[in-house]
């Protein structure tokens, strides 16, 4: 391998948090998936549009585990759209967006694919696309890159400020 070249492989556990700038998204929490080949993003009203003569799309993201709020509202160039065969064998045609992930402290492109994943367990999981030549996973660890505090990332935790009369 050439000298000054190779770069150290983050160890990584099977959960971690991650952000995207790009999107808004300060921190989310994902799943490691190496058995999936892209990323996939929990993504809801997804309204394709044409901006300067390219393919862009609208979405919302709920980037908390087992919460509907707080609501993101995000947009991205698209870079394609593909069949993609999810963990229980459907097939759907998916949007994928190319944006920048920040985990560990390392910031790359990479791309996701935008679908709703609201009855999953975790709002994100990063595929090999995404970890090849960066982490190593280790399926015994978990959040080896650190936490962060939701109510911190996200003060509209609890949905729209409403008043309340006593």
């Known amino acids: 391998m050439a000298s000054?070249?190779?770069?150290?492989?983050?160890?990584?556990?099977w959960y971690e948090w991650c952000r995207f700038p790009d999107l808004n998204l300060p921190g989310i929490s994902a799943k490691i998936d190496t058995g999936a080949k892209t990323s996939s993003l929990h993504a809801f009203k997804i309204k394709p549009f044409t901006r300067d003569g390219?393919?862009?799309v609208r979405f919302i993201v709920h980037p908390l585990?087992?919460?509907?709020?707080p609501e993101i509202k995000c947009e991205a160039r698209v870079v394609d759209e593909r069949p993609v065969t999810s963990s229980n064998g459907t097939t759907e045609n998916r949007?994928?967006?190319g944006t920048t992930m920040v985990m560990g402290g390392r910031s790359f492109k990479t791309?996701?694919?935008l679908t709703n994943r609201d009855v999953?367990?975790?709002r994100l999981l990063i595929g090999?696309?995404?970890l090849v030549r960066r982490f190593v996973v280790d399926p015994a660890l978990k959040l080896t890159l650190g936490t962060f505090d939701e109510k911190t990332l996200y003060p509209e935790i609890n949905g729209p400020s409403t008043t309340v009369n006593e």
């Open 128 to 130: 090999r696309k995404s």
């Open 111 to 113: 791309e996701l694919t």
């Open 120 to 122: 999953m367990g975790f």
């Open 4 to 13: 000054g070249r190779y770069r150290a492989k983050l160890i990584i556990g």
């Open 65 to 69: 585990q087992r919460r509907r709020y």
């Open 95 to 97: 949007i994928v967006i």
């Open 54 to 56: 390219e393919k862009w």
